[in-house]
């Protein structure tokens, strides 16, 4: 390519000014989501910020065990929650489309090589063989090859596209063959690469069903801890209650919210997502794997998403006359003796099936273009071509009848799907280029119709047929033609009917609506229909999961609940996805599938304990209040319950067995927690006021250690010894600690009627081939016994030694307790209650 031939550039005077004046091909900087906004949403919460101002309280006040039982949890997830959003903004941040390898623009009448970013609008462009198109702009003049374009990374179709002067070249295309120059007319964040990398880069990830019904839980809670708290601290200054007393009711009524449900549905995602990469996908988003298991519908893509992106020879039909292992030798010889291989020439070389040597006699060779539609060789025997039929039938010396027949037989095969291609040979003395050597087609003999396919990757059959037995609806939406994916979609075991994208772009919104919903096979659909695809699916209530590989796909993937990419993929489309396969194998989306109502399941179960220990303390809380019993609870106390619930709920989560999709566990959690709640707040309110009003009758003295005394007069500001009130304070202790022991072992019990081991424990579930619930349960009852034992423990927890009276009292209530509950969750008897149940 000449510079006499070049159309006229800018010069660097008029480039530099452009610069300046902000036309440059300035990539892509930043995203939706500033440092200052995701500490802001994840550290500083309004949960968070209670939490921070109570423990720096405590912590004025020398109450440093208080200030880490009551902070310690939030900012642990806090500090998760930090991390995991500042490494998904970063990771988005990085996303460019464009390569940054340098580019050549005309400067000054001159050829010269600038970096992508240096590049100007009015820039003169030229381009070559294997360039990336870094801009958007038409072609100029008339170059001495014919310029076509690979635009497979934005449209998802595999063949080059011819570009004429005046065709609009679009930025993230590749010159797949011929030279070129081109005006650039829309750069930076205005050019086509530059709007699907903004698009990218959005922060558009969703609440899962499980996020959403904790979200809401926990902010029902915050409202009635907010309401309880106005009214007991309120009541609290009317007493005149000491600095630090009123700091610790503080962190015990903010306690209640069960903020560990955060933390613990955090672990458990990133314990799926490590489990799953042990099955070859790479979770992106801590949230997917649930996602997926949600999913009711995929919308996928075809060409290396469904296949592999390889052809695989489906057959050989040799025309009349000819021998079929002629025509496979001959098919053969020539696949392996062309010198610059396409995919087809490819697949058909390395098909082991195939007879024939590659020749050393090669006179001459014409490359598949998609402008010829043909390639060929000449050997010192004659030429060989292969190409598309209709294109060679005009120059077969077959009989008419003969070449008509081969048409009918082509058509047939397409109809199917399937990709066509006739072979044809000359006779020697024949060439492959006219007298201006040009490529032009010989006379040539028709010898076998040669019919391939695309290879469906391993496991897709298998896989679709399992997903339609669980329900999930599947998809196929690609730039192809509709008769192509039809075809391709039912030897993936597909059904269902197929409509192309100029029809589904002339339908009204509602009808639209109708038809995404309605058809399985979406065919030569842009880009952008895609995300419209996904988000009629929405619209519809459907959750959906999107599958592909190419750039084309990366807004619709973003759009989706889950966006899964192929690694084999390009880079964009990998960044933005959820989930990435790593083997780009279909066969692992069953399993994280079924990682995912593990997952459900197993923070379901936690939920169960979580819930019912916060309505057991609220409820206490409550009646004790209004029975002017002092208050029952402690921080350290408080505290004790991540024995009790803490580390049961974090093991009953990771030993979680898969199972159904739970919709309705809001009122699965109402049926247990309600009657769980009010029947162990009642025995312990009772438990509670029995202890209380044996101390203060002087039946009963608690064995306090030295060191509870100085709290007391630290909690109360009354004086040991001096004044009377000192024994309400004791009863104090003495009727928390018998709460916290009656509490406590309830929790423990509570793991055996979610996990029974026996038909004793099946009140509210079925006996579990699980025993390691069982082992736990007594482990943390072997626990707390320590804990009440040791001196050490028990004053850390603020608690009496268990003597007598509170044994007395604590154990025979459990006992009762058991089998009240027992009933309650048997025969549903608050549902009973309520006329809810008959």
Known sequence: MTATMAPEGLSEVEAAQRARDGRGNVPVRGSSRTTARILRTTVFSFYNNVLFVIGIALLALGRYSDALVSVGLGLINAALSAVQELRARRALDRLQLLAREPVTVVRDGTPRPVAPADVVEGDLLVLRTGDQVVVDGPVLGDAPSALEVDESLLTGEADPVPKAPGDQLLSGSSVASGEGWQRAEAVGPA????????????????????????????????????????????????????????????????????????????????????????????????????????????????????????????????????????????????????????ATTAALAGDGSLPGTATDRLDDEVEFRSSLRWSGIATGDGTVVLGAPATLAPHLADPPDVVDGLLRRARAHAARGLRVLLLARGPAGTGLRDDAGRPSLPPVSAQALVVLGDELREGVTEVLAGLAEEGVATKVISGDDPVTVAALAHRAGLAG??????????????????????????????????????????????????????????????????????????????????????????????????????????????????????????????????????????????????????????????????????????????????????????????????????????????????????????????????????????????????????????????????????????????????????????????????????????????????????????????????????????????????????
């Not at 029902?220 to 007393?245: E, F, H, K, N, P």
């Not at 009123?246 to 990133?270: D, E, M």
């Open 191 to 342: 050019s086509h690469a530059g709007r699907l990398t903004l698009a990218a880069r959005a922060d558009t990830t969703d609440q899962t069903p499980l996020q959403w019904r904790i979200d809401l839980v926990v902010r029902l809670i915050i409202l009635l801890v907010l309401l309880m708290s106005g009214a007991i601290l309120a009541q609290a200054l009317l007493d005149g209650s000491t600095v630090l007393r009123f700091v610790q009711t503080s962190a015990v009524l903010s306690g209640l919210v069960p903020y560990g449900l955060f933390f613990l549905i955090a672990v458990a995602y990133a314990v799926g997502a490590a489990r799953i990469a042990g099955r070859g996908a790479l979770v992106q988003q801590t949230n997917a794997v649930e996602a997926l298991s949600r999913v009711d519908v995929i919308c996928t893509d075809k060409t290396g998403t469904l296949t592999s992106g390889r052809l695989s020879l489906v057959g050989v039909a040799p025309a009349d006359g000819v021998a079929e292992e002629d025509a496979r030798t001959l098919l053969g010889t020539f696949a392996r003796s062309v010198r610059s291989p396409n």
């Open 497 to 838: 009917e197929a409509i192309g994208g100029p029809e589904l772009a002339a339908l009204e919104p509602e009808r639209f609506d109708e038809a995404v919903d309605t058809f399985t096979v979406f065919g030569r659909v842009a880009p952008e229909q895609k995300e419209q695809i996904v988000d009629a699916l929405r619209r519809r209530g459907r959750h959906v999961a999107m599958l592909g590989d190419g750039v084309n796909d990366a807004r619709a993937l973003k759009r989706a609940h889950v966006g899964v990419a192929m690694r084999s993929g390009s880079a964009v489309t990998r960044d933005v996805a959820d989930i990435v396969l790593l083997d780009d194998s279909f066969t692992t989306l069953p399993p994280a599938r079924t990682e995912g109502r593990r997952i459900v399941s197993g923070v379901g179960s936690s939920m169960y304990l979580f819930l019912s220990r916060v309505a057991t303390q609220m409820l206490v809380i409550l009646v004790v209040t209004m029975l002017g019993l002092g208050f029952p609870y402690t921080p350290t106390q408080v505290g004790l319950t991540l024995f009790t619930v803490g580390v049961p709920t974090f093991f009953l989560t990771m030993w979680a067995r898969p199972g159904p999709p739970a919709d309705d566990l809001l009122l699965s959690l109402a049926r247990f927690v309600l009657p769980v709640g009010i029947l162990t707040a009642g025995f312990g309110a009772a438990v509670y006021a029995g202890l209380y009003e044996l101390v203060l009758s002087g039946l009963s003295t608690p064995n306090l250690p030295s060191n509870v005394y100085s709290l007391f007069e630290e909690y109360t500001g009354l004086r040991y010894g001096v004044d009377a009130d000192f024994v309400t304070a004791s009863a104090t202790l003495g009727a928390q600690s018998g709460l916290s022991m009656f509490v406590s072992v309830a929790s423990i019990l509570l793991i055996l009627l979610l996990e029974p081991p026996a038909r004793l424990f099946t009140a509210w579930a079925p006996v579990s081939p699980d025993r390691r619930p069982t082992w736990l349960a007594v482990g943390l009852f072997l626990a707390l016994v320590v804990v009440l034992i040791v001196p050490a423990t028990r004053s850390y927890f603020g608690l009496t030694a268990p003597d007598p009276p509170v044994v007395y009292a604590v154990v025979p209530t459990v006992v009762v307790w058991f089998v009240v509950v027992s009933l309650a969750l048997r025969h549903r008897l608050l549902e009973r209650l309520l006329g809810l149940r008959r």
